[in-house]
């Protein structure tokens, strides 16, 4: 039987020999890449998105929770957003007059994710309890203003970090968690339909926080998780992993797919966003800002999204900062933390509307805001 200095000593040995692969492996891939989308775009004479604090400006303040705002999701087609909160409650509001249209009490006030459904119809939110929780907007409420729970999906053995639905498939939803796996669900039985990860050995090996489906191909998605890596998974395929993704030091808090359906983003507990191209695997780029002044560590990266055009990503951070970076030359065109009416707190959620017109922030202050672009359409 080993002691337990022996057992240290073997775990640092092998802490060593992970970390020495870890950069040899990074150092090999470096000398694969012979340049970055930064280096090639000022090679061909391409300069940044010029952004000024009119372009970009806080048109609205939605304010009803009265506790941290964890996520949001936009409507397809409608001016609809709903939004889950620390207070236990899912909003559904209209974007257009800041009108609440519904405030619904959760059985489990511990919500991290919520989603529309496609035909705007249904909304639906996972947490704490290990289930995603569906309710019809149509539905009647009950004597104390409550709505009814229309299905809820159980299977997971750890929280529901994420959920989507399938896009243009309110039957078919797919949800990450922190039992490490993914589940594709049949919305109107409440049975899974295909689990990814868990016992197979391609599988994420710590929680799932953040997943994305492929807009051009809704067979494909992507995950990202606690080990540092994204994880592409073909639904037809539950047994294994299409591809792994590495370059992160940190939890991966945000993936989201590039407009082409081609690449993808990503933004990470270590400061950085990344896009990757999804089928050779490759590293195209990584936006990393400045270390704090008071602390010198890179604030956290909590949220992104792309612009309809692609040229810009938007990512929120810890410090309550949003940059909005150009993707090609990897500057930051415009902090949204600095203008007038912005959050107060942790940027914890954001997303575009579909028509890409407006884009909307959720925050630990307890408030949505609405931004809205009065220039550079063409390039948004």
Sequence with gaps: ????????????????????????????????????????SKAQGRTAVSFNQTDLVCCRTLLGHS??????????????????????RLIVWNALTSQKTHAIKLHCPWVMTCAFAPNGQSVACGGLDSACSIFNLNSQVDRDGNMPVSRVLTGHKGYVSSCQYVPDQETRMITGSGDQTCVLWDVTTGQRMSIFGGEFPSGHTADVLSLSINPLNTNMFVSGSCDTTVRLWDLRIASRAVRTYHGHEGDINSVKFFPDGQRFGTGSDDGTCRLFDMRTGHQLQVYSREPDRNDNELPIVTSIAFSISGRLLFAGYSNGDCYVWDTL????????????????????????????????????????????????????
Excluded at 359 to 378: E, P, Q, V
Aim: hydrophobic content about 35%; aromatic content about 6%; charged content about 25%.
């Design 329 to 380: 030359l990897a500057e930051v065109v415009l902090n949204l933390g600095t203008l007038q009416n912005s959050h107060e707190g942790r940027i914890s959620c954001l997303g575009l509307s579909s028509d890409g017109s407006a884009l909307c922030t959720g925050s630990w202050d307890k408030n949505l805001k609405i931004w809205a672009f009065s220039g550079h359409r063409k390039i948004v």
């Design 67 to 88: 506790g941290k705002v964890y996520s949001l999701d936009w409507t397809p087609e409608k001016n609809w957003i709903v939004s889950a909160s620390q207070d236990g």
């Design 1 to 40: 039987m080993a002691s337990v200095a022996e057992l240290k000593e073997r775990h640092a040995a092998a802490t060593a020999s992970v970390n020495s692969l870890r950069e040899r492996l990074r150092q090999r891939r470096q000398t694969l890449l012979d340049t970055d989308v930064e280096k090639y």
